[in-house]
């Protein structure tokens, strides 16, 4: 049985299964402040907040938003934030409420917004300045009751630096709305936390990912799901006290979230948080801090390598470098041992598992593969079309059943009943993902069953841009698919015929310019190409596989 296959390769120095967790999230935070209060949970560009300070400014905005917005257990509360003191300060107060954290990428505009803001059911949101606008609607409908107001420059001590972004340094913007509320507001400290009775079986998160009907669905995750995960990434990656996490990918998506942030954060370690990604930046604080851990998308390791300035810069401290989204190109992982002396250690997972269902055992560190299931994880392969178990070798879709794994699918009865199967009373996830395993039970990605692009680690899907750009009035119809891209791995392509009425007025860039007012950055067409017509099937369906396949050969 694949289910003990893998086990051979098991690391000896690692426990086999993990207890079930005894403590919440929150309760994380609340004993690594207990343990080291007067440590740096923080750095963000050069400001430290302790961890005692983490605690009190997560229990002042619990309290306000029990107090003032009404929050209580089972609310959903909407994150736009970037990575930032903000983000895990917002991330804990809500979860020590019992709300549902509901994290969203500070790229999405106004109509992605509007979407998260209708199918959760949040009435509150903490975001920061530069994104409020695109709350308008939802504010202006009744949708939304209050916003919390976050400005990034108020944890920067010198916002003047060359380090720091505008987006950043920005000042302090006065809103006038009784419905906004600035953050300074929220943090005052007349009000008393309460505690919240919490359970492991209590939901704690909602996140959401995309899918072959274009609308995001939401993903149902309990407090056991993020603790498993969170305690096997402290244990699989080795942290303690003493990490230093290098925080670069965002914390909104599950990797930051879980080995960037909550793992650093039960593990009693320190965040230096970098918002807006810069290999020039990151090599300075690999060094400043004697970062030991860097949770990152491969691109993220080519740019470092790359960066002229980093080829001067102590990089010795580090002890784990981690990834997963894309696999790692063989010789970009050669280059970081060459300058390094660590292996780089790839994993897999997903949204709906809260991150990781798969990881490169530190012993024997695989390219191109995506590891072995980690505690308590069962992973298998099925043909997708008889639902028969595979063996070794044999290509068939992933699924994946273990502790991590989602509720199922926020308010979306349907999407469950396609995404989960039962094998001998077992429940698992349909990944969507073709691949194979091993005679050693190490797992291999192939081809995907679900129609998606992979951008730098992002999932973009193609039925979602479609549906967005079906809305530019030139557009008569198209289909969205990848295109190679050396540094990305694959972009956004956007095949469009076009209305008479729009053929001699509308350029590529018109196209690519609309889509930025539209829809989240990484969504956006790259490439364009207009096309006088689309291959159809019998059935008149748009055969955008064909155009794939063209595309990739073209540039093969």
Known sequence: ?????????????????????????????????????????????????????????????????????????????????????????????????????VPISPMNVEDEINHYCADSGARVVIASQDVVEEFSAAINQGIIDHLIVATYSDYIKDASSDEVPKVISDHKILW????????????????????????????????????????????????????????????????????????????????????????????????????????????????????????????????????????????????????????????????LFERCGIRYMEGYGMTETISQTHMNPPHDLRKQCLGIPTFDTVATVINPDSMQELGPNENGEIIVSGPQLMLGYWEREDANNESFIDIGGVRFFRTGDLGSFDEDGFFYISDRIKRMINASGFKVWPAEVEATLYKHPGVKELAIISSPDPRRGETVKAMIVLNSSAENNTSEEDIISWSRNQMASYKIPRLVQFVDELPRSGSGKIQWRILQEAEWKHHS
């Open 1 to 101: 049985m694949v289910q003990s296959r893998h086990l051979k390769q098991w690391p000896t120095h690692l426990p086999r299964k993990l207890e079930i967790p005894k403590r919440t999230v929150f309760q994380n935070l609340v004993e690594s402040a207990e343990r080291f209060p007067d440590k740096p949970a923080i750095v963000f560009y050069g400001t430290t907040v302790s961890y005692r300070d983490l605690l009190d400014q997560t229990r002042a905005l619990a309290s306000y938003l029990g107090t003032n917005c009404r929050v209580r257990k089972g609310d959903r509360v909407i994150l736009d934030l970037q990575s930032s003191p903000q983000f895990v300060i917002s991330y804990y107060a809500v979860l020590s409420l019992g709300g549902l954290v």
């Open 176 to 335: 006038t709305s009784p419905k906004l509320i600035d953050w300074s507001q929220a943090q005052g400290k007349t009000n008393i936390f309460e505690k919240t009775d919490l359970n492991l079986t209590d939901l704690a998160a909602i996140l959401y990912t995309s899918g072959t009907t274009g609308k995001p669905k939401g993903c149902m995750h309990t407090q056991e799901a993020v603790m498993r995960n969170i305690e096997g990434a402290v244990i699989w990656e080795a942290m303690d006290a003493t990490s230093v996490l290098l925080s670069t990918a965002p914390l909104f998506h599950v990797t930051g979230m879980q080995h960037s942030m909550n793992a650093g954060i039960a593990a009693s370690g320190t965040l230096v948080i970098l918002p807006r990604w810069d290999p020039k930046i990151a090599g300075a604080l690999i060094e400043r801090y004697g970062c030991t851990h860097w949770a990152n998308v491969p691109t993220m390791v080519v740019d470092l390598l790359a960066e002229p300035s980093v080829k001067k810069r102590d990089l010795s401290s580090l002890k784990n470098v981690f990834g997963g989204g894309s696999s790692m190109p063989e010789a970009v992982a050669q280059k």
